[in-house]
């Protein structure tokens, strides 16, 4: 089982910057690979960013070059860097465990419960 705690969302400027955390625990943290979704109001869950357990990273054309994915094992914490916001980035945004294989990014069902971006003047 693996517990996911996201953190950092908040309201900013466009243009502005935030820092999403989310702390992990429980089975071994390192072997999973990590991603970010997003959900805005009436829409569906999408993939942001993702990382491996060897920390190859991976983003949706729409955040390319605006946020970074990182992690930090020794913490069990995955950071989100987001710059250059947009008020279309507004969103819960989510952490989740999963695998990658072939190219893609598997999520399994372990999710934290969101942080809220609100990007608005």
């Known amino acids: 089982q693996v517990q996911l705690v996201e953190s950092g969302g908040g309201l900013v400027q466009p243009g502005g910057s935030l820092r999403l955390s989310c702390a992990g625990s429980?089975?071994?943290?390192?072997?999973?690979?990590m991603a970010w979704y997003r959900q805005a109001p009436g829409k569906q869950r999408d993939l942001v960013a993702y990382i491996t357990s060897g920390s190859s990273t991976n983003y949706a054309n729409s955040v390319k070059g605006r946020f970074t994915i990182s992690r930090d094992s020794a913490k069990n914490t995955v950071y989100l860097s987001l710059n250059a916001l947009k008020p279309e980035d507004t969103a819960v945004y989510y952490c989740n465990a999963g695998s990658y294989a072939s190219g893609f990014y598997r999520p399994d069902n372990y999710w934290g419960q969101g942080t809220q971006v609100t990007v608005s003047s």
């Open positions: 429980g089975k071994i943290f390192s072997g999973y690979s």
